[in-house]
């Protein structure tokens, strides 16, 4: 296996896993502070990357090993290749890219909810 398409796949890999921390991370967050603020400015960067005008780095990162090593990449953001494809058949980008959002920012108002009821102990 070409050293490219490891990296290609560790790509795809670290991105899975970014999009787990930005969604499942606020669960491993409660009296962490480091964690928790490491997590909101994952949310943030999560909110700008999408609505923003720039390419998240992550799929650039994929699409220049995989063109590399020879596969077919794909033009259209991580999220219309691989969760378009999978998850939401025939849904347009935008309700994807706005159901991002809408996620991010459900999970920092409730960082805002624990924040607005936290005890001695934290939040």
Not at 40 to 53: A, E, H, Q
Not at 72 to 82: D, M, R, W
Request: charged letters at 15%; hydrophobic letters at 45%; aromatic letters at 16%.
């Amino acid at each position: 296996m070409p050293v490219d398409r490891i990296l290609a796949t560790a790509a795809l890999w670290l991105h899975l896993f970014w999009l787990l921390w930005v969604i499942c991370g606020w669960l491993l967050t409660p009296r962490r502070p480091l964690l928790r603020w490491l997590h909101i400015g994952s949310l943030l960067y999560g909110i700008v990357i999408t609505v923003g005008p720039w390419p998240c780095p992550l799929t650039l990162a994929e699409q220049h090993f995989q063109a590399r090593a020879g596969q077919a990449g794909y033009e259209e953001s991580f999220l219309e290749h691989y969760l378009d494809r999978l998850v939401y058949p025939n849904v347009p980008t935008t309700w994807l890219t706005w159901g991002g959002v809408g996620v991010c920012s459900g999970i920092l108002l409730l960082y805002l909810w624990r924040y607005r009821h936290r005890d001695e102990r934290g939040w």
